[in-house]
């Protein structure tokens, strides 16, 4: 059923941390060409460059395991959703934000799993068994149903009685 999954935040967030990877990878490799030049005075600049995009690579691969994660738990998806949201922000800093399309896909993507409700469908309310009523709900709009047609309605649960019954066969209580 559509809704139930927040497939869009999913989609975007691990698109956005590939584009993180491919960033942090190339400014990685910037650090390992500007290292392999020989010439003084750039050997921390390279040390910086490589350590800034391992850890670009590393957020990358966090966004889209957060991607896959708030997918498959949807329960999760505030945590997962803050977690590719924070990251999309620093891959602006450590990775060039994954070639800036990777930092705008992961930041939508991040909102996308903040602002996500997942429709509840009658099975899933809580407490209830699948096909009960609420306690006091009779299934008329509050009003009983008429005599002859479906017996009686149990004051107690609301289960349907069958003509002729002495107790509730759902609760047990004597009518």
């Known amino acids: 059923m559509a809704g139930e999954k927040p497939t869009a935040a999913m989609v975007l967030s691990l698109i956005g941390g590939i584009f993180v990877i491919i960033g942090g990878a190339f400014i990685a490799f910037l650090g390992s060409i500007i290292s392999s030049l020989s010439v003084a005075g750039t050997g921390a600049a390279s040390a910086t460059l490589l350590a800034l995009g391992l850890v670009g690579v590393i957020f990358g691969i966090i966004m889209i395991v957060g991607g896959v994660m708030m997918y498959s738990n949807p329960q999760s998806h505030t945590m997962w959703g803050v977690i590719v949201l924070i990251l999309s922000i620093l891959s602006w800093i450590v990775a ?7 930092f705008l896909l992961g930041l939508i993507g991040g909102i996308l799993a903040l602002v996500f409700k997942p429709s509840m469908a009658p099975s899933m309310m809580p407490g209830q068994q699948m096909g009960s009523m609420p306690m006091g709900g009779t299934g008329y709009a509050g009003a009983t149903p008429p005599m ?4 009686m309605t149990c004051k107690n649960c ?16 004597s009518l």
């Open 158 to 173: 609301g289960a349907s009685i069958p003509a002729g019954a002495t107790r509730c066969p759902s609760c047990g209580a």
């Open 96 to 102: 060039a934000g994954g070639l800036f399309i990777g």
């Open 148 to 151: 002859g047609q479906m017996g």
